[in-house]
């Protein structure tokens, strides 16, 4: 069952994360290539989820989407500085002529 928004918890969520945004701390971190191309894989799916692309056309603000956009295309430039092919392949991942059916059976 799925809960309703706590305005409350929202709030704070939306504080905290402003407080974080305005500290300008980054959060150094190793990630195991094979690793990022798959977080890019599941990154670009969750920024394609309509949803998503809903709240991004509706203008508000840095929309998570967004965040996801950004740090993918990021670790993507990395994949691609190692592996061209790996790139290429990942670039697919944001256009949807290049879909395929996942067979779920």
């Known amino acids: 069952m799925l809960q309703q928004p706590n305005p409350e918890e929202e709030q704070m969520l939306a504080e905290q994360l402003a407080k974080l945004q305005q500290s300008g701390v980054a959060i ?3 990630i195991d290539p094979v690793a ?3 977080l890019v894989c599941q ?3 969750a920024y394609r989820h309509p949803y998503n692309l ?3 056309q509706e ?3 840095k929309h998570p989407g967004l965040v996801a956009f950004d740090l993918a295309r990021q670790l993507q430039d990395r994949i691609r500085e ?3 092919e790996l790139g290429a392949y990942l670039e697919r991942g ?3 002529e290049f879909d395929r059916p996942i ?3």
């Open 103 to 105: 067979d779920c059976s």
């Open 43 to 45: 990154l670009q799916l």
């Open 59 to 61: 203008g508000e603000g």
């Open 54 to 56: 809903q709240l991004e």
């Open 28 to 30: 150094p971190t190793t």
């Open 36 to 38: 990022a191309f798959m």
């Open 82 to 84: 190692m592996s061209p």
């Open 94 to 96: 944001w256009h949807p």
